[in-house]
T-cell receptor, first 114, second 113 residues
Framework: ETGVTQTPRHLVMGMTNKKSLKCEQH?????MYWYKQSAKKPLELMFV???????ENNSVPSRFSPECPNSSHLFLHLHTLQPEDSALYLC?????????????FGPGTRLTVT | QQQVKQSPQSLIVQKGGISIINCAYENTAFDYFPWYQQFPGKGPALLIA?????SEKKEGRFTISFNKSAKQFSLHIMDSQPGDSATYFC????????????FGTGTRLKVLA
């Protein structure tokens, strides 16, 4: 595997379910990100991790819970979601948080909340 | 003031034609303007980027034109090919390209064979 991988690629869950999204980067990067991509809306930055430590939470509801056990893996734990949470969730990584380092995106997990 | 407005929402171009996508911003503190390309089933990938000290940057068939006074920048795809069919996002950031990008809403480009 190369680059940034995400699993599962598609997920359908009910509002009372608990599920997790997984992201793995094979680039040796130190910073990882979660984004939400909704149709006809700009990409929304959700969480940022640098060397496993969370550095940013963009006022994301607590039903989304990130976890970063090491610099290569990032999880997004989901529970009690709402239909408006249906979207494409993208993971990205970069060499560092400082300016000028390109972010490499994974293919995303298409989430549908029923 | 934090928004980046992108147009058009969708664009259909004949093979060999020129595709033009426009973005406008308000915040004069923005100093880094990347464009991302996203194919179906893939994540966005950096295509080309510009800083406001130049008015144009060209990489192959892709050119960014930047108008600082009008606070606008645009992506031109010359000799558009069916393989260019994708969604294109403009973005802006301040402090010389931090990770905090403000993204446009995207333009879905279809190039007809």
């Amino acid at each position: 595997e190369t680059g940034v991988t995400q699993t599962p690629r598609h997920l359908v869950m009910g509002m009372t379910n608990k599920k997790s999204l997984k992201c793995e980067q094979h680039l040796g990067h130190n910073a990882m990100y979660w984004y939400k991509q909704s149709a006809k809306k700009p990409l929304e930055l959700m969480f940022v991790y640098n060397f496993k430590e969370q550095t940013e939470n963009n006022s994301v509801p607590s039903r989304f819970s990130p976890e970063c056990p090491n610099s290569s893996h990032l999880f997004l734990h989901l529970h009690t979601l709402q239909p408006e949470d249906s979207a494409l969730y993208l993971c990205a990584s970069s060499q560092a948080l400082a300016g000028g380092y390109e972010q490499y995106f994974g293919p995303g997990t298409r989430l549908t909340v029923t | 003031q934090q928004q980046v407005k992108q147009s058009p929402q969708s664009l259909i171009v004949q093979k060999g034609g020129i595709s033009i996508i426009n973005c406008a911003y308000e915040n004069t503190a923005f100093d880094y303007f990347p464009w991302y390309q996203q194919f179906p089933g893939k994540g966005p990938a950096l295509l080309i980027a510009i800083r406001p000290d130049v008015s144009e940057k060209k990489e192959g068939r892709f050119t960014i034109s930047f108008n600082k006074s009008a606070k606008q920048f645009s992506l031109h795809i010359m000799d558009s090919q069916p393989g260019d069919s994708a969604t294109y996002f403009c973005a802006a950031s301040k402090d010389s390209g931090t990770y905090k990008y403000i993204f446009g809403t995207g333009t879905r480009l279809k190039v007809l064979a």
